[in-house]
Structure formats: C-alpha cells, structure tokens
C-alpha cells in the first residue's frame, strides 16, 4: 500500500518558472524524504527532512513539512529543462526500523 | 561498486517460467531492499534485509516470490511460475542502516512476462 499521496498528479510549466508539489501522508513519521526518478532510471533522493524541521533548503529545492497537517511541499524555484522527471514523497514511520513508503509521484515537465 | 547495480536490465520470460533479478548493493551498505514499480505508479515495497535476514517480508504479493542474502551483500530476488500481472521494474535500493538513511536506487529490472 502507499502511504503518500503527491498533489498534482502531473505538472507542465515553462522554464524559469517556480514548481510546487504536494505530499499529504497518513501515519505518524520520522522522516519524510523526496526523491527524483528520470523515466526508465532508477530513483534519485534530493532531500531529507526530519519530524522536528519544518523547512530545509538545498540548491534550488525547498521543502516544508507540516506535520499536524500531515504534509509536505517540495518547490523547485527557477526551473529547467533538465528538472523534468516523476517527483515522489516517501515517509520513514515512527515504529523501528521500517521501510520507506513512496507515494503515486507528480510528473513535472518543464518546457524550454 | 560505485553503486548499486542490478542484473539483468530487461528480462523477457514466458507465463509459468522462473525467474532471478540480482542485487549487488553499495559496499558496507548493511541494509537492502526491494520495490516494485508499475507503470505510472510508486515503488511498492516488497522485502527488505538488515544484513542476511529478512527484516520484513510483508510486501511479498504471494509465496511465488522469495529473496535471499546469504552472505549480507548480493541479494537475488526469486520469481516462480510467473503471471503476466508480475511484469513490472523490480528497484533494489540499499542504505547505510535502516531507520533513517537515505536510499540509493540501482537502475532496475525491467521484467515483461509474456
């Protein structure tokens, strides 16, 4: 079963522009990390955010987490071309070690 | 290696044959996983390792699949008596430990049962 549920499900926008994804999850969790997955190439993980953090930056990515809301945004500002890809959310739960459930994935296509 | 690599990239076997997909994760990486990925969807988690034992197994659609890692690095993952519904790319993933560690993805198994 999976857990996320990624908002859109698909994303056209023009190069320059800001992305916005959207992850709402259900369960309590430890960790929520997003991943990138080119088509036909395995996944690619861009950023690791921790319960207790409510924003993180790295490059041009910003993710948010709220967890009383149970969500996350992942904004990829001043997108290019190369940024097309399936954008997925996986959460890392509370109880021991288990493993992460990725969600359905937006498919972003930035067109130049 | 550099990465986690799987064997073989594409796989093309008939209804009822038996098939292995290979893992040979990062090295010192203590845990392994497996995913499914269909079309369009997200990887669906099927079994994962701390080292040689199986840590959770819940992800197993049915008793046709069965992994294993006898020696805490290459892991193989056993398909029996294939159905056209278990076409799909089969992800390995490994990481440092389990709990909180980032995954890294091999390129996966693209498996076509006809």
């Known amino acids: 079963s999976q857990q996320g549920e990624e908002d859109p499900q698909a994303l056209s926008i023009q190069e320059g522009e800001n992305a916005t994804m959207n992850c709402s999850y259900k369960?309590?969790?430890?960790?929520l990390q997003w991943y990138r997955q080119n088509s036909g190439r395995g996944l690619v993980h861009l950023i690791l955010?921790?319960?207790?953090?409510r924003e993180k930056h790295s490059g041009r990515l910003r993710v948010t987490l709220d967890t009383s809301k149970k969500s996350s945004s992942l904004l990829i500002t001043a997108s290019r071309a190369a940024d097309t890809a399936s954008y997925f959310c996986?959460?890392?739960?509370?109880?021991?070690?288990?493993?992460?459930?990725f969600g359905k994935g937006t498919r972003l296509s930035v067109i130049a | 290696g550099a990465g986690v690599s799987q064997t073989p990239s594409n796989k093309v076997t008939e209804k009822g044959k038996y098939v292995e997909l290979r893992c040979d994760p990062i090295s010192g990486h203590t845990a392994l996983y497996w995913y499914r990925q269909s079309l369009g969807q997200g990887p669906e988690f099927l079994i994962y390792f701390q080292g040689t034992g199986a840590a959770d197994d819940s992800g197993l659609p049915n008793d046709r699949f069965f992994a294993v890692r006898p020696e805490g690095s290459v892991s193989t993952l056993k398909i029996q008596r294939t159905e056209r519904g278990d076409s799909a790319v089969y992800l390995c993933?490994?990481?440092?430990?389990?709990?909180?560690?980032?995954?890294?993805f091999g390129e996966g198994s693209r498996l076509t049962v006809l």
């Open positions: 955010i921790r319960s207790n953090e």
């Open positions: 993933a490994s990481s440092l430990r389990t709990g909180l560690g980032e995954l890294f």
């Open positions: 996986a959460t890392g739960r509370n109880s021991g070690n288990t493993p992460l459930v």
């Open positions: 369960t309590s969790i430890n960790n």
